[in-house]
C-alpha cells in the first residue's frame, strides 16, 4: 500500500497549456510539501500545507497553484506552462511531534514542456 | 542562510572498497539532519536522521554521524545494490513551524563488482 502517491508518473505537454499533478498520502501526516528536483538533482520547496493550510510558498511564480481539499491530498494546478517548467516533481509528506522524523517523498512525476 | 554542500559530487568504488560521504552544513540552529538515498527514476528514500553532535546511527552498511558542521555517511564494504544518489538535507530551527527541508546536491555513488 503506497504510503505517498502521485499522478501522473510521466507528463509530456505543451507550452501554454494548463495541467495538474495530484498526491495523496495514507500516512495520517499533518504536512505535505512540493519540491521541485531540477536536471541537477537539486531538491527545493515549492509549498508546504499544514492541515490544509499553506505555509510556505517559496516565490513559486503564481502560474504554480497548490490546493488542499483535505489534509492527505495536496494538488498541484500549472498555468501557461513554460519550457523553463520541465523538472521532476515530489510530493511529500512529514508529522512533527517534539523530535520530527524523515519525510517521505512520492515516487514524482516528470514534467517535460516542449 | 541555510546551506548544504555535498561532497564528492560523484564517487566510484570497487566492490568492498569503503570510503565516506561527506554534508557540510551552515544553519540557524539544527533541528535535525537527513541523509536520503535516491534510486534512477523514484523518490528519495529515508534512512537516518540525526539531532545532535555526536550522533551516530547504522543500517546494514551504512552508517552517519554528526558534527557542528558536517556529517559522513561511511559505506563500509559496498556492494553494486548500494550505488545510488545519496543526499543530504537539515531543517532548522527557524523553518519548525513550515518543516522547510534545505537538500545538498547529492552524492552520486557507483559500485562496481
Request: proline share 4%.
Amino acid at each position: 500500500d503506497t504510503a505517498v502517491s502521485q499522478t501522473p508518473k510521466y507528463l509530456v505537454t505543451q507550452m501554454g497549456n494548463d495541467k495538474s499533478i495530484k498526491c495523496e498520502q495514507n500516512l495520517g501526516h499533518d504536512t505535505m510539501y512540493w519540491y521541485k528536483q531540477d536536471s541537477k538533482k537539486f531538491l527545493k520547496i515549492m509549498f508546504s500545507y499544514n492541515n490544509k493550510e499553506l505555509i510556505i510558498n517559496e516565490t513559486v511564480p503564481n502560474r504554480f497553484s497548490p490546493k488542499s481539499p483535505d489534509k492527505a491530498h495536496l494538488n498541484l494546478h500549472i498555468n501557461s506552462l513554460e519550457l523553463g517548467d520541465s523538472a521532476v516533481y515530489f510530493c511529500a509528506s512529514s508529522q512533527d511531534g517534539d523530535r520530527i522524523y524523515g519525510y517521505t517523498f512520492g515516487s514524482g512525476t516528470r514534467l517535460t514542456v516542449v | 542562510e541555510d546551506q548544504v554542500t555535498q561532497s564528492p559530487e560523484a564517487l566510484r568504488l570497487q566492490e568492498g572498497e569503503s570510503s565516506s560521504l561527506n554534508c557540510s552544513y551552515t544553519v540557524s540552529g539544527l533541528r535535525g539532519l537527513f541523509w536520503y538515498r535516491q534510486d534512477p527514476g523514484k523518490g528519495p528514500e529515508f534512512l537516518f536522521t540525526l539531532y545532535s553532535a555526536g550522533e551516530e546511527k547504522e543500517k546494514e552498511r551504512l552508517k552517519a554521524t554528526l558534527t557542528k558542521k558536517e556529517s559522513f555517511l561511511h559505506i563500509t564494504a559496498p556492494k553494486p545494490e548500494d550505488s545510488a544518489t545519496y543526499l543530504c538535507a537539515v531543517r532548522s530551527r527557524g523553518s519548525s513551524n513550515t518543516g522547510k527541508l534545505i537538500f545538498g546536491q547529492g552524492t552520486t555513488l557507483q559500485v562496481k563488482p
